[in-house]
């Protein structure tokens, strides 16, 4: 489960590492969250450096608006990165079939299935 999770552990919640997953499932030539985006989902991300966005969270009212945007769409971005791949379905349906918990699909794979 730590390989899943990245060894944070909330009770009732699954944690998922979504880079560790995406691995796992899709082959990318390199593993930015940019590179991700434009292969699987076939749109470009803005690259906006730390300190653009640390400018503007100081900035006053509307720069922190702007800021909580760009870190919006990378958020979200992740969540459509699983939803494109069909992971979360996927490892739902493994674990019905074989009556483990999803967690356990996405962190041991195929010991279970041998």
Known sequence: ????????????RLVLNVWRIMRSEAKLP???LHTAVQELLGETLPM?????LAQWWSSGPAG????LRALLLRASCNLRLLD????????????R??????????????????
């Open 1 to 12: 489960p730590e390989l899943v999770s990245g060894g944070i552990m909330l009770p009732g």
């Open 30 to 32: 390199t593993s930015s």
């Open 48 to 52: 906006i450096p730390p300190e653009a």
């Open 64 to 67: 922190c608006a702007e800021a």
């Open 84 to 95: 494109a791949l069909n992971v979360l379905p996927r490892a739902a349906e493994t674990a």
């Open 97 to 114: 079939m074989l009556g483990i918990d999803v967690l356990s699909v996405l962190s041991r794979g195929s010991q279970y299935r041998v």
